[in-house]
């Protein structure tokens, strides 16, 4: 499964941004964002089933963020609203071959190279 995260960019504070990560088709049961901001170690944001029947938001991202995907073009989304100076961080997303959304990044077994959002005020 190969991963490519895009769609990131700099940003004022309550703007937004909508992430993308294209993967090859291949079937997976879980995919989902984690960001990574200068310091700190990377944390989950956002999962869905590959069926798109559950979604899991950390506490930071609900009511502000969307996780969502268009099987059409293999393409999963992270939409970020009313972005905060918090949620600067490189941004990856990631994939699992086993089912449960994890929250956990030693949990998913492939990786896109991630995408850099900064927010300023």
Known sequence: VQLQAS???SVQAGGSLRLRCADNG????VVSWFRQAPGKEREFVAGMTWRGDRKVYADSAKGRFTISR???NNTVYLQM???KLEDTAVYYCASRRFQGIATT????DYWGQG???TVSS
């Open 81 to 83: 609203n009313s972005l």
């Open 7 to 9: 769609g990131g960019g």
């Open 105 to 108: 990044s030693g949990d998913y």
């Open 70 to 72: 268009d099987n059409r």
């Open 26 to 29: 291949r079937i997976v049961s």
């Open 115 to 117: 995408t850099l959002v």
